[in-house]
Protein backbone atom coordinates (compact mmCIF):
# COMPACT_ATOMS: atom_id res chain seq x y z
CA UNK A 1 0.00 0.00 0.00
CA UNK A 2 1.03 3.53 -0.95
CA UNK A 3 1.67 6.04 1.89
CA UNK A 4 3.53 8.02 4.26
CA UNK A 5 5.67 6.35 7.21
CA UNK A 6 6.86 8.45 10.32
CA UNK A 7 9.29 6.76 12.83
CA UNK A 8 9.99 6.67 15.14
CA UNK A 9 5.73 7.31 16.86
CA UNK A 10 7.29 8.58 20.24
CA UNK A 11 10.85 9.97 20.95
CA UNK A 12 12.68 10.90 24.01
CA UNK A 13 15.58 13.33 24.01
CA UNK A 14 17.91 14.90 26.67
CA UNK A 15 17.54 18.76 26.40
CA UNK A 16 20.31 20.11 24.30
CA UNK A 17 20.66 17.33 22.05
CA UNK A 18 20.11 17.15 18.12
CA UNK A 19 17.05 14.68 16.60
CA UNK A 20 16.15 13.78 13.69
CA UNK A 21 12.86 12.60 12.76
CA UNK A 22 11.87 10.34 10.17
CA UNK A 23 9.56 10.49 6.84
CA UNK A 24 9.51 8.02 4.03
CA UNK A 25 6.83 7.95 0.95
CA UNK A 26 6.23 5.87 -1.44
CA UNK A 27 3.57 7.72 -3.39
CA UNK A 28 5.72 9.65 -5.65
CA UNK A 29 4.91 12.58 -4.63
CA UNK A 30 7.93 14.97 -5.81
CA UNK A 31 6.53 17.97 -2.59
CA UNK A 32 6.80 17.29 0.86
CA UNK A 33 6.20 19.13 4.12
CA UNK A 34 7.23 19.53 7.20
CA UNK A 35 4.64 20.52 10.26
CA UNK A 36 3.99 21.14 13.85
CA UNK A 37 1.45 21.03 16.23
CA UNK A 38 0.68 22.09 19.80
CA UNK A 39 -2.18 21.93 21.83
CA UNK A 40 -4.92 23.76 20.85
CA UNK A 41 -3.13 25.61 17.42
CA UNK A 42 -3.53 24.63 14.32
CA UNK A 43 -0.64 22.76 12.33
CA UNK A 44 2.28 25.37 11.20
CA UNK A 45 4.35 24.83 8.22
CA UNK A 46 8.43 24.12 9.61
CA UNK A 47 9.96 23.21 5.83
CA UNK A 48 8.70 22.21 2.50
CA UNK A 49 10.52 20.71 -0.84
CA UNK A 50 9.00 20.94 -4.18
CA UNK A 51 11.86 19.04 -5.70
CA UNK A 52 14.94 16.71 -4.51
CA UNK A 53 17.56 18.79 -3.51
CA UNK A 54 15.60 21.70 -3.02
CA UNK A 55 13.71 23.00 0.38
CA UNK A 56 12.76 26.36 1.74
CA UNK A 57 11.68 27.66 4.90
CA UNK A 58 8.00 27.69 6.15
CA UNK A 59 6.65 29.92 9.61
CA UNK A 60 8.85 28.65 11.94
CA UNK A 61 11.88 27.22 10.35
CA UNK A 62 14.12 28.66 13.27
CA UNK A 63 16.17 25.91 15.23
CA UNK A 64 15.00 23.27 12.43
CA UNK A 65 16.51 22.11 9.50
CA UNK A 66 15.93 19.22 6.43
CA UNK A 67 17.76 17.51 3.55
CA UNK A 68 16.47 16.36 0.39
CA UNK A 69 18.63 13.95 -0.92
CA UNK A 70 16.08 11.13 -2.24
CA UNK A 71 12.18 11.55 -3.74
CA UNK A 72 11.10 9.75 -0.94
CA UNK A 73 12.67 11.11 2.42
CA UNK A 74 12.96 14.22 4.11
CA UNK A 75 14.07 13.80 7.64
CA UNK A 76 13.66 16.55 10.06
CA UNK A 77 16.39 17.27 12.36
CA UNK A 78 15.33 19.33 15.46
CA UNK A 79 18.27 20.93 16.78
CA UNK A 80 19.44 22.36 20.32
CA UNK A 81 18.56 25.93 19.12
CA UNK A 82 15.08 25.13 19.10
CA UNK A 83 14.01 26.38 22.28
CA UNK A 84 10.45 24.68 22.58
CA UNK A 85 11.41 21.11 20.34
CA UNK A 86 8.32 19.39 22.82
CA UNK A 87 5.28 18.84 20.33
CA UNK A 88 3.61 16.43 17.43
CA UNK A 89 5.27 16.36 13.97
CA UNK A 90 3.74 15.78 11.03
CA UNK A 91 5.13 14.72 7.64
CA UNK A 92 2.95 15.14 4.40
CA UNK A 93 3.49 15.08 0.70
CA UNK A 94 1.60 15.95 -2.20
CA UNK A 95 2.11 15.68 -5.76
CA UNK A 96 3.20 19.83 -6.04
CA UNK A 97 1.87 22.92 -5.50
CA UNK A 98 -1.95 22.99 -4.92
CA UNK A 99 -2.23 19.29 -4.84
CA UNK A 100 -4.16 17.16 -2.30
CA UNK A 101 -1.62 17.01 0.59
CA UNK A 102 -1.27 13.29 2.65
CA UNK A 103 -0.34 13.03 6.08
CA UNK A 104 1.95 10.28 7.57
CA UNK A 105 0.69 8.99 11.07
CA UNK A 106 3.24 11.55 13.24
CA UNK A 107 6.22 11.48 16.18
CA UNK A 108 5.79 13.04 19.25
CA UNK A 109 8.75 14.65 20.69
CA UNK A 110 9.11 15.35 24.27
CA UNK A 111 12.28 16.81 25.56
CA UNK A 112 12.85 15.74 28.91
CA UNK B 1 0.06 34.74 5.73
CA UNK B 2 -4.18 33.63 5.29
CA UNK B 3 -5.60 33.99 8.13
CA UNK B 4 -7.65 30.63 8.65
CA UNK B 5 -10.60 30.98 11.43
CA UNK B 6 -13.18 27.98 12.33
CA UNK B 7 -16.06 28.00 14.46
CA UNK B 8 -17.17 26.58 16.34
CA UNK B 9 -13.82 25.58 18.29
CA UNK B 10 -15.84 23.04 20.67
CA UNK B 11 -19.05 20.88 19.81
CA UNK B 12 -20.81 18.45 21.85
CA UNK B 13 -23.41 16.60 20.36
CA UNK B 14 -25.77 13.51 20.92
CA UNK B 15 -25.46 10.46 19.10
CA UNK B 16 -27.60 10.97 15.52
CA UNK B 17 -28.06 14.97 15.46
CA UNK B 18 -26.68 16.91 12.23
CA UNK B 19 -23.91 19.53 12.69
CA UNK B 20 -22.14 22.06 10.34
CA UNK B 21 -18.57 23.13 10.42
CA UNK B 22 -17.25 26.82 9.07
CA UNK B 23 -14.03 27.44 7.95
CA UNK B 24 -13.46 31.47 7.15
CA UNK B 25 -10.67 32.60 5.41
CA UNK B 26 -8.42 35.78 4.62
CA UNK B 27 -7.85 35.93 0.96
CA UNK B 28 -7.76 33.92 -2.44
CA UNK B 29 -6.83 30.14 -1.82
CA UNK B 30 -6.03 27.35 -4.47
CA UNK B 31 -6.23 24.91 -2.38
CA UNK B 32 -9.01 24.05 0.46
CA UNK B 33 -8.60 21.01 2.23
CA UNK B 34 -10.61 19.75 5.42
CA UNK B 35 -9.46 17.42 7.69
CA UNK B 36 -10.08 14.71 10.55
CA UNK B 37 -7.97 13.83 13.58
CA UNK B 38 -8.98 11.05 15.33
CA UNK B 39 -8.82 10.43 19.20
CA UNK B 40 -5.52 8.13 18.13
CA UNK B 41 -3.94 11.37 16.27
CA UNK B 42 -4.01 10.42 12.87
CA UNK B 43 -4.91 13.47 10.29
CA UNK B 44 -7.34 11.91 8.17
CA UNK B 45 -7.89 13.61 4.76
CA UNK B 46 -11.40 13.95 4.17
CA UNK B 47 -12.11 16.44 1.33
CA UNK B 48 -10.11 18.24 -1.28
CA UNK B 49 -12.32 21.42 -1.64
CA UNK B 50 -11.08 24.40 -3.45
CA UNK B 51 -14.65 25.42 -4.81
CA UNK B 52 -18.11 23.27 -5.13
CA UNK B 53 -19.57 20.60 -2.81
CA UNK B 54 -18.57 17.46 -2.55
CA UNK B 55 -20.23 13.89 -0.50
CA UNK B 56 -18.97 11.12 0.75
CA UNK B 57 -21.25 9.21 3.14
CA UNK B 58 -22.36 11.19 5.74
CA UNK B 59 -19.79 13.99 5.14
CA UNK B 60 -20.16 16.71 2.64
CA UNK B 61 -18.65 19.96 2.25
CA UNK B 62 -19.28 23.52 0.69
CA UNK B 63 -16.84 26.09 -0.52
CA UNK B 64 -17.36 29.59 -1.81
CA UNK B 65 -14.18 30.37 -2.84
CA UNK B 66 -15.51 33.83 -4.05
CA UNK B 67 -16.76 34.46 0.07
CA UNK B 68 -14.11 32.85 1.35
CA UNK B 69 -15.65 30.07 3.54
CA UNK B 70 -15.47 26.57 3.64
CA UNK B 71 -18.74 24.31 5.41
CA UNK B 72 -18.48 20.38 6.53
CA UNK B 73 -21.74 19.39 7.31
CA UNK B 74 -21.85 15.82 9.75
CA UNK B 75 -25.44 14.62 9.46
CA UNK B 76 -26.33 11.37 11.48
CA UNK B 77 -23.20 11.72 13.90
CA UNK B 78 -21.61 8.79 15.57
CA UNK B 79 -19.32 8.14 18.49
CA UNK B 80 -16.46 7.79 15.92
CA UNK B 81 -16.72 10.82 14.14
CA UNK B 82 -15.42 12.80 17.98
CA UNK B 83 -12.28 14.23 17.13
CA UNK B 84 -10.79 17.28 15.77
CA UNK B 85 -11.64 18.81 12.78
CA UNK B 86 -9.54 20.84 10.95
CA UNK B 87 -9.48 23.12 7.60
CA UNK B 88 -6.33 24.45 5.60
CA UNK B 89 -5.75 26.56 2.73
CA UNK B 90 -3.21 26.83 0.22
CA UNK B 91 -1.65 29.08 -1.70
CA UNK B 92 1.10 28.38 -4.23
CA UNK B 93 3.16 25.41 -2.00
CA UNK B 94 2.27 27.15 1.49
CA UNK B 95 -0.51 25.48 3.79
CA UNK B 96 -2.33 27.26 6.68
CA UNK B 97 -4.41 25.62 8.73
CA UNK B 98 -6.83 26.70 11.44
CA UNK B 99 -6.88 25.76 15.62
CA UNK B 100 -9.86 23.13 14.74
CA UNK B 101 -13.27 22.00 15.81
CA UNK B 102 -12.95 20.12 18.62
CA UNK B 103 -16.69 17.46 18.06
CA UNK B 104 -17.39 15.30 21.11
CA UNK B 105 -20.19 12.60 20.23
CA UNK B 106 -21.76 11.36 23.04
CA UNK B 107 -24.00 8.31 22.52
Known amino acids: DGGITQSPKYLFRKEGQNVTLSCEQNLNHDAMYWYRQDPGQGLRLIYY?????DFQKGDIAEGYSVSREKKESFPLTVTSAQKNPTAFYLC???WGSGQPQHFGDGTRLSIL | GIQVEQSPPDLILQEGANSTLRCNFS?????LQWFHKNPWGQLINLFY???GTKQNGRLSATTVATERYSLLYISSSQTTDSGVYFCAVATGNQFYFGTGTSLTVIP
Open chain 2, 49 to 51: IPS
Open chain 1, 49 to 53: SQIVN
Open chain 1, 92 to 94: ASS
Open chain 2, 27 to 31: DSVNN
